[in-house]
């Protein structure tokens, strides 16, 4: 594997060879702007914006193809479609959510187009033997593992019940989840799937709460994700511990809601103070341009746009020598090491190392894996305030 290393970080930028002229290069950006995932997505839409800043300090003057797939699988393949015949990109960045993401990734291999996915994690985005798209962020399996591995690390929970969304995201992290909950020896006592944006979730819970599970295991987008703990709280479940795959419970708008959001532990891609290169530049710099916590989606999609535009403007935008450029390539920046690997069944799959965070206070805090916790994790699960 060729060592090129090119920082990401935001203050230690290290040129990269090829490019000490400027170079123009045009890319397109997938994401869901508008719909019922739009809070997630104006996060990735502000680490691109921070992103072009960068390259262009850099020499590298990015055009940017932005298009809007409001969530929808069939937006996000015109999208790309537009983009790769008409627009002529280079590469695309995006999609969001992992629906879009694993429909859009075959239409890259269609029209060789270099694909990096910020962070969908859909486990079979990358288990398709595709040439074309590359992941830079971690797994649903990697989303389930972090948690296990710390609730088993701080306690000896015997149980646990999964609640997830019925889509893409929802099932391939309830899959895990029950698949690493069992190779720990802990049982799964209940298994409740919904459709996103319900009103109600008391019939669900009540189930769960009568099985008393150690663990409650979740992944929901924002709105649900507020709505479950809300309806918890209401139904009296006590766990050991909640547990949050990402996703809603990860941002500021989940954790403002303290009277339910207090010591719910979620995994996560980055935190604004773990210890990679530029990450507490780029926390600093995002909320005093955007005035509000970056989540990882923002940083995800920042080292995304830094890679692609790095790799295109080093290659002259010839998509053949990009993608060798991508599957060969190492860099170290916010989002730490990242190298798109073939392991396990995945293809160009980064192995990205996974964060846990718990909301203390109203304020995401990383409390595990020790070496980059900022805080000590609140386990057991003290109860509602009354």
Known sequence: MKNRLTALALSLCVATPGLAQAAKVKLGFVNSITGPEAPIGEN????????????????????????????????????????????????????????????????????????????ASKEEITRQNLKWTFRL???????????????TSLGKPKTIAIINENTDFGTSGARSAKAFATKRGISVVAEEAYSPGSPDYRSTLSKIKSKKPDLVFMISYVADAILLMRQSREIGITPQAFLGAGAGF??????????????????????????????????????????????????TAYASMIIMAETAAKEAGNQEKMRNELKTGHWNGIMGEVTFRDYD?????????????????????????????????IYPFPGWKK
Not at 63 to 90: C, I, N, Q, W, Y
Not at 353 to 366: D, I, P
């Open 250 to 299: 990860s941002v500021a708008q989940f954790a403002k809601e303290k009277e339910i959001s207090n010591y719910v532990f979620s995994s996560t891609q980055w935190t604004g103070d773990v210890n990679w290169p530029g990450a507490k530049e780029f926390n600093s710099r995002y909320k005093a341009k955007f005035g509000k916590e970056p989540t990882y989606h923002a940083s």
């Open 44 to 119: 990735l839409t502000n680490g691109v914006t921070l992103a072009l800043e960068d390259l262009k300090k850099r020499g590298i003057d990015v055009e940017l193809v932005k298009e809007d797939d409001t969530g929808k699988p069939e937006k996000s393949m015109a999208a790309f479609e537009k983009m790769a015949t008409r627009d002529k990109v280079a590469g695309v960045v995006g999609p969001y959510s992992s629906k879009c993401a694993n429909a859009v990734a075959k239409l890259a291999e269609k029209y060789k187009t270099p694909l990096l996915i910020p962070v």
């Open 345 to 377: 069944g995945y293809t160009n799959q980064n192995k990205h190392q996974m964060l846990v965070e718990q909301v203390q206070n109203g304020v995401h805090e990383t409390v595990y894996p020790t070496k980059y916790t900022s805080k000590k994790p």
């Open 137 to 151: 962020s971690a797994t649903t399996n990697d989303y389930a593992n972090i948690l296990l591995d710390m609730a």
